[in-house]
Nanobody
């Protein structure tokens, strides 16, 4: 069993910052890509940022220059530093990892439970 646990969400004023963390635990052989997604009320889940096993990163246009994704491979953890937050960034943020549990398993897409980020004055 593999579990992703997110932390770092909360209420912040516009222009403020938050840092999200997502740690994987359980039987893990390797992790390839990691990413952060978000879902606002009444909207579909959308990609925020993605980081490959080699460290290549991609960002959605609406967060470029404000958010930074990073990973600590030794800790099976992915981070999302969010600066200059706007009210429209309000959403539940989910982490996702492609995990191989044993050398013989295929990669499995695994989701965290989500953490609420609210940007409001």
């Amino acid at each position: 069993q593999v579990q992703l646990v997110e932390s770092g969400g909360g209420l912040v004023q516009p222009g403020g910052s938050l840092r999200l963390s997502c740690a994987a635990s359980g039987t893990i052989f390797s992790i390839s890509a990691m990413g952060w997604y978000r879902q606002a009320p009444g909207k579909e889940r959308e990609l925020v940022a993605h980081i490959s096993s080699g460290g290549n990163v991609n960002y959605a246009d609406f967060v470029k220059g404000r958010f930074t994704i990073s990973r600590d491979t030794a800790k099976n953890t992915v981070y999302l530093q969010m600066n200059s937050l706007k009210p429209e960034d309000t959403a539940v943020y989910y982490c996702n990892m492609n995990i191989k549990r044993t050398p013989w398993n295929l990669l499995t897409s695994t989701w965290g439970q989500g953490t609420q980020v609210t940007v409001s004055s």
